[in-house]
């Protein structure tokens, strides 16, 4: 049987990932499109999908 398991990654898991610091440069990309958008989990927290990150950090290298 296939995991099932989503994994969410907090705003500074995702500038970890990203290696960028500024949360409003995060914001710009989500605005952009240039990054897939979050989860709203509740009125003061958004998540992004583990899956939804490696697989746009994937496109890049095949991009270049």
Known sequence: M??????????????AALNIRSRSTIYDMVARKALPPPCVINRRGLRWRENDIREWIDSLRTRS
């Open 2 to 15: 296939a995991d099932t398991t989503i994994v969410l990654l907090s705003m500074r898991q995702v500038q």
